[in-house]
């Protein structure tokens, strides 16, 4: 008899656990909404709805508004996320600089901290400073539960062995254990994944009514080139959480050598650091320009290129056409 129960009583937990997860969610996108909303945007009963808003409520993942207006002029009990109580830690590492934010279970960003990394910084070094910044966090705001920590990281990176396989420019990545280091004494989940991987994710997430975002290419090119992909409004990782590296896929075959091994990478072409260098090569011919070869920061590069500098314009609509070829080839 109780075996017979059995998948019945695991069915039904999953069903709970599926609405839970469906209410949390129109939370997060609706902000604030009442019980009836809930019900006629989910499809489940009145009853149903207001069992789980109980349990949410309970565990204080959700808190009651007050007062909002509802159907007909009718005045309802909203219910919210609790950002005050629980938040989660966002960490995204560039190749000279990292950043620490504080972000509320709705999304809505709190704070955002940047550090310097240094020319010859360690892996071990940046690490302990970012597992050092989530500790400050944690302190600066004690009334808060910190959830959980995710690392966005340049570079493809392999969960399933917890390997950064490489960082262009950047020595000592190649094949490090990025998780099993900075969890070490995180008192926290923590969940690492490639940057563009992160910056498509973030699209479906604040864009998610917005129906070509479901199925998207999302390209991120600064001083790397990667590519995010949403099929079905789900994240693509592929077979070994790498999909989507065309950074790394050669596009001259006597090219420059690259970190991966290979020779011409479309990310040796059209990068921030691609952009830097022909721009100094049109400087050294004697063109006109506001920009000086010591100062080429992205700031400057951006403020010239929207000022239509003729040496800014054509490095970056010859980076831009090298970066189309790679995208319509790939």
């Not at 489940?44 to 009651?64: H, P, S």
């Not at 597992?131 to 302190?139: E, V």
């Not at 070490?184 to 690492?192: D, H, I, N």
């Amino acid at each position: 008899m109780n075996q017979s129960n059995k998948p019945a009583s695991i069915n039904q937990e999953r069903s709970q656990w599926i609405n839970r997860a469906l209410i949390l969610n129109l939370l997060r996108q609706e902000g604030i909404c009442s019980r009836a909303t809930l019900s006629r945007l989910s499809g489940l009963k009145q009853a149903t709805i207001t069992n789980i808003a109980g349990e949410l409520i309970q565990c204080g993942l959700v808190v009651e508004t007050g007062l909002i207006a509802g159907a007909k002029g009718r005045r309802s009990i909203g219910v919210t996320l609790n950002d005050a109580r629980y938040k989660v830690v966002g960490i995204r590492m560039t190749r000279d600089q990292f950043y620490v934010s504080l972000v509320g279970i709705s999304g809505k960003m709190y704070e955002i901290r940047p550090y310097r990394i240094e020319a010859e910084e360690t892996p071990q070094s940046i690490l302990s400073r970012i597992r050092a910044a989530i500790g400050q966090l944690d302190q600066e705001y004690p009334k808060s539960e910190l959830l959980a920590a995710c690392l966005a990281m340049p570079g493809p990176y392999r969960e399933d062995l917890d390997r950064l396989l490489f960082v262009t420019e950047r020595t000592g990545w190649q094949n490090f254990p990025i998780h099993a280091v900075l969890s070490e004494g995180l008192e926290m989940p923590l969940y690492v994944l490639n940057d563009a991987k992160a910056s498509a994710f973030a699209q479906l997430w604040f864009r998610w009514q917005e129906p070509a975002v479901q199925n998207m290419a999302y390209v991120l090119a600064g001083q790397g080139v990667g590519c995010g992909m949403v099929a079905g409004g789900k994240l693509v990782l592929g077979q070994r959480g790498i999909a989507g590296e065309f950074g790394h896929s050669s596009i001259k075959f006597d090219g420059p050598l690259c970190e991966c091994g290979n020779r011409g990478c479309l990310e040796k072409y059209c990068s921030l650091s691609a952009l830097r260098a022909e721009i100094l090569r049109l400087l050294r011919t004697r063109r006109n320009s506001c920009l000086k070869d010591d100062d080429l920061s992205n700031a400057s590069i951006a403020h010239a290129v929207q000022n239509g500098d003729p040496v800014a314009v054509q490095a970056y609509e010859k980076v831009c056409e090298l970066l189309a070829a790679g995208v319509s080839a790939w």
